[in-house]
């Protein structure tokens, strides 16, 4: 038995424990460069902002319907999530932090009525933290997904499911009619693990909605599209196929990329940025601890801005699987300076590292020059002390010259106008409350 926790609105609700003035108001967070709504409050919602809606699009609705938009406070909303996961875990054995705002617990043979407990989980987190959620509970991690999206669904639509299952929905517990019509009333795009291609590709046979796609057979659903949907299709039967990732995997691949916040042409500010960038990856390397054997590094102009335009990538293999920060960034760079074209206003660029293998497979040959800079094992200690650094004293405390090169205003660094203050994790943006 699994159960679902979800923040309602998470980004949205995070702000309003600090700014109680934006409940009951519509309320959006905007993307990096405040470019588009990645979060919205019921609120907003209700006034027909999409998921996504690009900022220029409904700016005008400030003056007409007093909306509220706030630039992404990460920093804040990763503290206050840890804070979440913390209690949710209490619910059960074991734990899966799926996302930012989102959390599966195995409640498996948990004595008691699991939906009380659910409950008193929910109002703690709600009491202790100021964040609404919702949980859904099920045999299967798809159906818990869409007990979760019922209890939503309940909460905010009286009438269109039962009032028992608003906040906490127990699918175990309804008889074998009351969750067909909930399969029913569920569109097949809206199930965890069908995207808009495969929806549209299901819509096309005739499968519209969840319970139609329940009664697909396993080896249709394998055969057409793949064993993981095979998966998808068993679990909305109640037949469990996934279990809990306690432990991450290990990423494959790891990109850091950006738009800037201003056109930039020179190259120094590039150098600049994917040094920054190559940093960030390198350091993510070491944190699942891994090596990468190439860097890809890429650099283009807008789409949107009737200027020329230039697009432009490109691999380069290290002598050596690394994690080293120094490392990556000198492939970087050398990548940078081969695809740099003056004359050109870039608005994005980036730095992905490939070929990731566990930083323990180690590859060996004759030497056929020798090894710049110190030692392996000296670059492994001073790797950590950087990272310790800069996990105790903020991220780029430390870092290499190349990420600090000039002193003029960085075109490059986000755009974040609307940014609240990082309350929980900053000394002087902590509240103060005077008498």
Same mark, same amino acid.
């Given at each position: ?271 600049? *940025?994917?040094? @920054?960038?190559? &940093? ?6 070491? =944190?699942?601890?891994? $090596?990468?054997?190439? #860097? +890809? ?33 000198? *492939?970087?760079? @050398?990548?940078? &300076? ?6 050109? =206003?870039?608005?994005? $660029?980036?730095?992905? #590292? +490939? ?51 000039? $002193? ?28």
């Amino acid at each position: 038995m699994f159960a679902l926790a979800d923040g309602n609105n998470f980004y949205v609700s995070c702000e309003r424990v600090f700014r109680r003035t934006l409940d009951g108001r519509a309320c959006v967070v905007l993307s990096n460069n405040d470019g588009c709504a990645i979060a919205r409050s019921n609120e907003a919602k209700d006034l027909g902002i999409k998921m996504g809606a690009p900022w220029f699009e409904i700016r005008h609705l400030q003056e007409k319907a007093g909306l509220v938009a706030l630039s992404a406070n990460f920093e804040l909303y990763g503290e206050i999530s840890d804070r979440m996961m913390s209690l949710v875990g209490a619910l059960g054995h074991r734990q899966e932090v799926y996302s930012i705002d989102e959390s599966f617990v195995d409640v498996s043979g948990i004595p008691g009525d699991i939906t009380v407990r659910a409950r008193a989980i929910r109002a703690r987190v709600n009491q202790w933290i100021g964040i609404p959620t919702c949980i859904g509970i099920a045999p299967t991690k798809t159906l818990a997904k869409l007990a979760n999206h019922v209890a939503k669904q309940a909460e905010r639509k009286p009438g269109s499911y039962s009032a028992d299952l608003a906040q906490v929905c127990d699918l175990s517990r309804l008889p074998r009619g009351s969750l067909e019509d909930i399969l029913a009333r569920t569109d097949v795009g809206e199930v965890w693990g069908v995207g808009r291609r495969i929806a549209a590709q299901l819509k096309a046979q005739g499968i519209e909605n969840a319970l139609d796609l329940s009664r697909l057979s396993p080896a249709m659903a394998r055969s057409g599209w793949s064993v993981i949907f095979e998966r998808t299709v068993r679990e909305l039967r109640g037949e469990p196929c996934m279990d809990l990732e306690t432990q991450p995997p290990a990423k494959q691949e790891i990109a850091c990329t950006r738009s800037f916040g201003a056109p930039v042409r020179d190259l120094v500010e590039l150098q600049e *940025a994917i040094s @920054q960038f190559s &940093a960030r990856a390198a350091s993510k390397l070491r =944190e699942q601890d891994s $090596a990468a054997g190439q #860097v +890809l590094v890429f650099i283009r102009t807008s789409p949107f801005r009737k200027t020329a335009q230039y697009s432009r990538s490109i691999v380069l293999p290290l002598r050596r699987p690394s994690s080293d920060t120094a490392h990556i960034t000198g *492939a970087a760079l @050398q990548g940078l &300076a081969a695809i740099f074209r003056p004359g050109f =206003e870039y608005a994005k $660029a980036g730095v992905m #590292v +490939l070929d990731i293998a566990p930083a323990g497979i180690g590859q060996q040959e004759l030497a056929l020059e020798d090894e710049p800079g110190a030692p392996a094992a000296g670059r492994q200690k001073l790797m950590a002390a950087m990272d310790h650094l800069n996990a105790r004293f903020g991220r780029d405390t430390l870092k290499l010259g190349s990420a600090c090169a000039d $002193a003029r205003p960085r075109n490059w660094v986000m755009k974040q106008e609307r940014r609240t203050p990082a309350y929980t994790t900053r000394w002087e943006d902590m509240p103060v409350v005077r008498a």
